[in-house]
T-cell receptor, first 114, second 112 residues
Framework: DAGITQSPRYKITETGRQVTLMCHQT?????MFWYRQDLGHGLRLIYY???????DKGEVPDGYVVSRSKTENFPLTLESATRSQTSVYFC?????????????FGPGTRLTVL | GQNIDQPTEMTATEGAIVQINCTYQ??????LFWYQQHAGEAPTFLSY????GLEEKGRFSSFLSRSKGYSYLLLKELQMKDSASYLC?????????????FGRGTQLTVWP
C-alpha cells in the first residue's frame, strides 16, 4: 500500500522555468492539499481540492496552478519559478467520510530555485 | 485567518516529562490536531481533540480546553527519538474541505 507519494523528491531549477510537482495517492481520499513549509512560517496552504475538478485557493496561491482531473492525482505547477518559491512542498490527503478530517502527508519535495 | 501560538523551542532530558502548549483564537472552533515532524520528514498525526479533556495514547497525551482556547501535548518518559517539531493545528467550523490552520511548530530537543 503506497499511500501517498510525491515526485520528484528533490528538484533544482532556474528562475523563470516551469516546474510541476506530482502528488499521487492510493487511498481514494476525497480531499487533497498542497502546503509549503519555510523556516519561521510553518505550514502554509497553497491550494486544496474537495474532489476531482474541484479546487480552491489557500493562503499563498500566487504563482501556482493546480489541477485535479483524477481523484488520485493532484499536480502543482509553478508557472514561472522565482527564488521565493524555494521551499519544501508537502502534499496531504484527508478522507471526507471520516468526520475528523485528519490529514496525512506525503514525504515532501525539496525545491530549490536558482 | 486563525491565530495559533506555540513556543518556538523547548528542551528536556531523556526520561523526563514535557508539556507543549498551544493557544488559539477562532470564532468557530471544531477540533484540534497535534502532529509530529522529524527533521527532513513529513508531519505525522499524533492526536485529535474536539471535546474538553485529556486524551491519552501511550506516552503521549493531549488536553483541550475550548473555553480557554488552549491545548497541550504531554510527552512522558522522553526518549531521544522524541526530538522533533510538534505542530498544533485547528479546524474551523466554517472551513470547507477539511481545511486546517497550523501553528509554526515547537522544536523539542531531548538531551541524554
Amino acid at each position: 500500500d503506497a499511500g501517498i507519494t510525491q515526485s520528484p523528491r528533490y528538484k533544482i531549477t532556474e528562475t523563470g522555468r516551469q516546474v510541476t510537482l506530482m502528488c499521487h495517492q492510493t487511498w481514494s481520499h476525497s480531499y487533497m492539499f498542497w502546503y509549503r513549509q519555510d523556516l519561521g512560517h510553518g505550514l502554509r496552504l497553497i491550494y486544496y481540492s474537495a474532489a476531482a475538478d474541484i479546487t480552491d485557493k489557500g493562503e499563498v496561491p500566487d504563482g501556482y496552478v493546480v489541477s485535479r482531473s483524477k481523484t488520485e492525482n493532484f499536480p502543482l505547477t509553478l508557472e514561472s519559478a522565482t527564488r521565493s518559491q524555494t521551499s519544501v512542498y508537502f502534499c496531504a490527503t484527508a478522507d471526507s467520510k471520516i468526520n475528523t478530517d485528519t490529514q496525512y502527508f506525503g514525504p515532501g519535495t525539496r525545491l530549490t530555485v536558482l | 485567518g486563525q491565530n495559533i501560538d506555540q513556543p518556538t523551542e523547548m528542551t528536556a532530558t531523556e526520561g523526563a516529562i514535557v508539556q507543549i502548549n498551544c493557544t488559539y483564537q477562532t470564532s468557530g472552533f471544531n477540533g484540534l490536531f497535534w502532529y509530529q515532524q522529524h527533521a527532513g520528514e513529513a508531519p505525522t498525526f499524533l492526536s485529535y481533540n474536539v471535546l474538553d479533556g485529556l486524551e491519552e495514547k501511550g506516552r503521549f497525551s493531549s488536553f483541550l480546553s475550548r473555553s480557554k482556547g488552549y491545548s497541550y501535548l504531554l510527552l512522558k518518559e522522553l526518549q531521544m527519538k522524541d526530538s522533533a517539531s510538534y505542530l498544533c493545528a485547528v479546524k474551523h467550523r466554517g472551513s470547507t474541505l477539511g481545511r486546517l490552520y497550523f501553528g509554526r511548530g515547537t522544536q523539542l530537543t531531548v538531551w541524554p
